[in-house]
């Protein structure tokens, strides 16, 4: 293998993923606005992934709390998970997760890479019949994948390269931080 040449090409895809469309750009502010709104009513986002969409989700919760001053929970307790999945199945974590600490009109954010995630898309489903006032997906592979579906607002990333798909995603999260603060460099204290 011609290392060269893979990074080249590798860099190459990355970045014509993160050449974002209007649409998405319209979405990054809609989300912005309604975690602004919840925050203000003294409702939560509630952020889920599985794997490396968990340590995104938990990278997303702290910082947004911590320097939008915008409150956001993650659930990557393994306490938690593990009873849940215990208790429930695997497939239904999320969903009792959000059955339990979820308040009417609160945010929900899915990442799921594949967009097949039976845990992520049981969730969706669930919230969809609840209390949650909007979903929001961030998947990757099908365009036409279920999670998607279920999203009121959804960012895809038109890719099967899981690396990239979990890139693009953190990068979307992280610029919905500096949106809501209003600016890129500012002292994290």
């Not at 003294?42 to 409150?71: E, Y």
């Not at 919230?127 to 949650?132: F, Y």
């Amino acid at each position: 293998m011609d290392k060269k040449n893979f990074l080249k090409t590798y860099f190459q895809n990355l970045e014509n993923l993160l050449k974002f469309s209007d649409n998405d750009i319209k979405n990054l502010i809609l989300v912005s606005e309604l975690m602004i709104e919840a925050n203000k009513k003294k409702k939560k986002t509630l952020i889920f992934g599985n794997g490396g969409s968990a340590a995104i989700a938990s990278h997303f919760s702290v910082d947004v709390t911590k320097n939008a001053r915008v409150r956001c929970m993650n659930f990557n307790e393994s306490d938690l998970l593990t009873c849940f999945s215990n208790d429930f199945g695997y497939e239904k974590w999320v969903e009792k997760s959000i059955e339990f600490y979820s308040d009417p009109d609160d945010i929900l954010i899915l990442i799921s890479a594949s967009g097949s995630s039976r845990n992520m898309i049981n969730a969706a489903k669930f919230a969809r019949k609840n209390k949650i006032k909007s979903i929001i997906t961030f998947t990757g592979n099908n365009e036409n994948n279920e999670l998607k579906k279920l999203g009121d607002i959804s960012f895809h990333v038109n890719s099967a390269a899981y690396n990239h798909i979990e890139n693009v995603h953190q990068i979307l999260l992280l610029s919905l931080v500096d949106l809501i603060i209003g600016k890129s460099e500012y002292s994290p204290n």
